[in-house]
């Protein structure tokens, strides 16, 4: 029953403080209520008994990605007074696009096929344990060619900050 | 038998709350006496005997001072951010294993408020949303000071979580657990993971100061450069808000390096005493409590003795020392690990 009250209340706090992301007109607000909409999200992930990915989505998402995002718009110093007018054209391009992608998702997903919603509490697939073994057993070559591929990204971005390159 | 479990948790968490409160309190007070015994000074001695008074004293000044929002800041911002300064460095304490188990009656009660199996990514966690406090406030102030201590804050506690994280995976790799009531447990059997874990506790160590935003790395609120850093314009109880979230941070990494490194709860010989039951379980608290003192005076020692580090330097030492520090002692970790595990025969 509590389960439940917590799935409205998350799911609700989720969607309301997304819209707040878009409608807020500082985008100081907008990182903040973004971090807020993920700390929700990972609460869905405990409801769904994924522990350590609710954690991680907190540790990564809300602790690292959002605090770089809040230094940027710290150190570029935004906020609406210097946000450039823009012009009627591409606000009604905006909304055209807007709605066209809109209109494309609701009809995907209206062909969509609910599936059948099993019972995820009890068989313990989100928990640390299990989440090791599949990661370092069956799927052990797919999980380490992605940490070649962070990799790989993390030198480039090293190179690409680099100031004097011959 | 739920409603109990209900009622002892709640207390419990009162229990730590107030204790949290009272030891943050008073290491206030011990700051400035130790500071005074490091420089040949008396220290605070007018409020009652040897100036035990003196916390309270600063508290009633703390609260009767003018409140004063500056006219460009970002009111709400502005109130939120040393709410969750302190909101986060409360939230830490629910994780610590404070002694063994009680034995009341039928009931078991065990000192720690919750043992979840994620303990360690729980206080990572943590430690990663803390930074908002210090980043919210700094902005919301709209003085450059306060922006670059907030920006100084948030690049320095970035950098120096990555080296943490590095040290405490090798540690989880040794125990194989990221509940803290295990590896409290795991060091009952064995020996502290000091022993094991020389280089990756040196780590956590400077990384907790830095964290902490303790001297010698206390370059978010440097006063020659940068006034205040970023709690320049608060006043009254906000910056009363953060000066405390700072020694709550320190007593919570000091628990969390005892509990960690040096065994928690435990301590040498500890079932060869001939005590058992409640009274060993209130011998291992107040063994733990002295295990936290002593890092808090370490602290305070490490501020009276290390000059502050300049900027460049400190994210050389976090970036081009720590990190392949870290990660050197992962790999060795893995090694030794294998070796016993009869990888390479």
Same mark, same amino acid.
């Given at each position: ?166 | ?23 943050? %309190? ?23 005997? %040897? ?70 990514? /729980? ?14 406030? +700094? ?5 450059? /000071? ?29 125990? +194989? ?41 206390? %370059? ?126």
């Amino acid at each position: 029953m509590i389960t439940q009250y917590l799935f409205y209340f998350l799911t609700f706090t989720a969607i309301f403080c997304a819209l707040l992301v878009v409608f807020s007109k500082n985008p100081i607000y907008s990182a903040l209520y973004l971090i807020v909409t993920f700390f929700a999200t990972a609460g869905h992930y405990f409801l769904l008994n994924a522990q350590f990915l609710g954690a991680v989505h907190v540790i990564v998402y809300a602790g690292a990605i959002m605090v770089l995002f809040i230094y940027v718009i710290m150190m570029l110093n935004l906020n609406k007074e210097v946000e450039p007018h823009k012009s009627n054209i591409i606000k009604i391009a905006a909304t055209v696009c807007g709605g066209i992608l809109g209109l494309v998702l609701i009809a995907a997903l209206r062909e969509t096929e609910l599936g059948e919603i099993t019972e995820y509490s009890n068989n313990g697939i989100g928990l640390i344990e299990k989440l090791g073994n599949v990661l370092f057993g069956a799927y052990m070559v797919p999980f380490e060619i992605s940490t070649v591929l962070f990799l790989s990204a993390m030198v480039g971005a090293v190179f690409l900050s680099k100031k004097n390159i011959h | 038998m739920l409603s109990t479990e209900i009622i002892y948790k709640i207390i419990l968490i009162l229990a730590v709350f107030t204790v949290t409160l009272v030891v943050a %309190l008073y290491s206030t007070f011990a700051e400035r006496k130790v500071a005074a015994v490091l420089q040949d000074r008396y220290g605070p001695n007018r409020a009652g005997p %040897l100036g035990m008074f003196q916390p309270f004293a600063d508290g009633v000044k703390m609260f009767t001072k003018e409140e004063f929002i500056p006219g460009n800041a970002d009111k709400q911002l502005f109130i939120l951010g040393p709410s969750i300064a302190m909101l986060t460095c409360l939230m830490t304490g629910a994780v610590i294993p404070w002694g063994g188990d009680l034995t009341i009656g039928d009931y078991i009660f065990k000192l720690q408020v919750t043992d979840i199996n994620i303990g360690i990514l /729980y206080l990572l966690g943590v430690v990663s949303v803390g930074v908002y406090g210090i980043m919210i406030g +700094g902005w919301a102030s709209n003085n450059k /000071y306060s922006l670059l201590g907030a920006l100084r804050a948030s690049s320095q506690m970035i950098s120096y979580e990555i080296a943490m994280g590095l040290a405490l995976i090798a540690l989880v790799m040794m125990t +194989g657990s990221l509940s803290l009531g295990e590896i409290v447990r795991q060091q009952d059997e064995g020996l502290a993971n000091i022993v094991y874990q020389p280089l990756g506790f040196l780590i956590f160590l400077v990384c907790a100061f830095a964290e902490t935003n303790r001297a010698p790395f206390d %370059l978010p609120e440097t006063e020659s450069e940068l006034v205040g850093g970023y709690h320049t314009e608060f006043s009254s109880m906000k910056l009363g808000f953060y000066l405390f979230s700072e020694y709550i941070n320190m007593f919570i990494s000091s628990a969390l390096i005892a509990t960690l490194y040096f065994g928690g709860y435990n301590f040498p010989f500890q079932h060869s005493l001939g005590i058992e039951g409640n009274a060993l379980s209130i011998v291992q608290t107040v063994v733990f409590f002295g295990k936290i003192f002593f890092f808090i005076f370490f602290y305070m020692w490490v501020r009276w003795t290390i000059p502050r580090f300049r900027y460049d330097q400190l994210m050389k030492l976090g970036w081009k020392t720590l990190i392949p520090l870290a990660i050197l002692n992962l790999f060795i970790t893995g090694i030794v690990i294998g070796f016993k595990n009869g990888f390479f025969n």
